[in-house]
């Protein structure tokens, strides 16, 4: 399956971005900024990617595994990102199917950020939760489109768009933090 490196805890999969935060879930200005925290992983791992024909339309499922495991002795509250494809026109659907754990109820990201597609789960890991006892969830999404439609490469300005949103989440930038940053 494809797997994001534990150690640097996001990376770009398939249109996708996914990152780990470890601040508390808000957005004031008083967080702390970027940091390294390494006894808190995140992998993701496509499970299962399924392709039908409904009618006159292909019907493309995808199940994704989400792994978190901390180290340290204490809980960790943290903010998990993750994104569905977006379609640069409207001849692609993207419907999520599950989110696995609650995605995020923040005001801000439900106006803001979940429209364009980024996924964010709120979390709380449990303290020594690793290998076996790792807090883990799948989601599936699908995408529908005429099935004599081809999805190829994407154009130019959906991978710009995709750079600005993952420059977005980045500590410093709008979004309030994407990864790195660490609260003890």
Not at 49 to 78: C, D, H, W
């Amino acid at each position: 399956g494809v797997r994001d490196t534990p150690r640097e805890g996001r990376g770009r999969l398939e249109e996708h971005l996914v990152g780990l935060d470890r601040r508390e879930p808000r957005h004031d200005a008083d967080q702390e900024g970027p940091g390294t925290e390494t006894q808190l992983r995140v992998s993701r791992e496509l499970k299962a990617k399924q392709t039908e024909i409904k009618g006159g339309n292909k019907v493309i499922s995808y199940t994704y595994e989400m792994r978190l495991q901390n180290f340290r002795e204490k809980p960790a509250k943290v903010r998990l990102w993750d994104r569905v494809p977006q379609p640069p026109d409207k001849q692609v659907t993207v419907t999520m199917q599950e989110p696995g754990q609650p995605l995020s109820t923040d005001a801000w990201y439900t106006e803001q950020e979940k429209p364009r597609g980024l996924l964010r789960w709120d979390l709380e890991v449990p303290a020594k939760a690793v290998r076996t006892t790792a807090l883990a969830f799948t989601y599936k999404f699908q995408l529908e489109f005429d099935k004599n439609f081809s999805i190829g490469e994407l154009p130019p300005e959906a991978v710009e768009r995709l750079k600005r949103d993952f420059e977005m989440m980045k500590p410093g930038g709008m979004g309030g933090g994407f990864g790195g940053a660490a609260q003890p």
